[in-house]
């Protein structure tokens, strides 16, 4: 089943700039979680906020959670050629199955142009 | 320490043979998921154990889709009788004790499976 949509589907920025990706969700959650991936490996986890968060910060990343409108962004400030990745949401199900499955959406493909 | 550990990394097989992955864990995570990749697509879970608990396998495709867990640790994930549309990268994570929604996952590298 999909749970995450990630949008957009492909962004292309120049160095320095900041990039946004946002995700949509249909159930309620736990939690919401990011990860990237470069091409060719496994993904990296990179930041979890829980559902009565709103807002986290890790390094040059900010992720925002808005439950009532199901979505989530993250923004990668100041970006660098290395952030070049594909870019992943992840929710569990509060619903069915069995709490701790993790659903991916499709990612947004971030390209980051010296 | 040691990340999660996927073997083999590539496998190129025949239609309607029988394929294994391994995935060995790292040591001491009591969760372990299967998720497989298509080119260019997302994630596409396929089974996760957690702990003693009976897994939850509703992801998996068709009953030629199986995998095991011994001791808490290693899993194998088997696919009989392979297709073509079985190409895919296949990839597995684990995390450690705790409350399961509140965990970030460690990914290995994945195996991509071939079927010609």
């Known amino acids: 089943s999909q749970q995450g949509e990630e949008d957009p589907q492909a962004l292309s920025i120049q160095e320095g700039e900041n990039a946004t990706m946002n995700c949509s969700y249909k159930?309620?959650?736990?939690?919401l979680q990011w990860y990237r991936q470069n091409s060719g490996r496994g993904l990296v986890h990179l930041i979890l906020?829980?559902?009565?968060?709103r807002e986290k910060h890790s390094g040059r990343l900010r992720v925002t959670l808005d439950t009532s409108k199901k979505s989530s962004s993250l923004l990668i400030t100041a970006s660098r050629a290395a952030d070049t990745a594909s870019y992943f949401c992840?929710?569990?199900?509060?619903?069915?199955?069995?709490?701790?499955?993790?659903?991916f959406g499709k990612g947004t493909k971030l390209s980051v142009k010296p | 320490g040691a990340g999660v550990s996927q073997s083999p990394s590539n496998k190129v097989t025949e239609k309607g043979k029988d394929v294994e992955l391994r995935c060995d864990p790292i040591?001491?995570?009591?969760?372990l998921y299967w998720y497989r990749q298509s080119l260019g697509q997302g994630l596409e879970f396929l089974i996760y154990?957690?702990?003693?608990?009976?897994?939850?396998k509703s992801g998996l495709p068709s009953d030629r889709f199986s995998a095991e867990r011994t001791g808490g640790s290693v899993s194998t994930l088997t696919i009989q009788r392979t297709q073509q549309e079985d190409s895919a990268v296949y990839l597995c994570?684990?995390?450690?004790?705790?409350?399961?929604?509140?965990?970030?996952?460690?990914f290995g590298n994945g195996t991509r499976l071939t079927v010609t």
């Open positions: 040591s001491g995570h009591t969760a």
């Open positions: 154990f957690q702990g003693n608990s009976a897994p939850d």
């Open positions: 994570a684990s995390s450690a004790p705790g409350y399961a929604p509140y965990s970030s996952l460690h």
């Open positions: 992840a929710t569990d199900e509060r619903y069915g199955g069995s709490q701790g499955n993790l659903i």
């Open positions: 159930t309620s959650i736990n939690n």
């Open positions: 906020i829980r559902s009565n968060e």
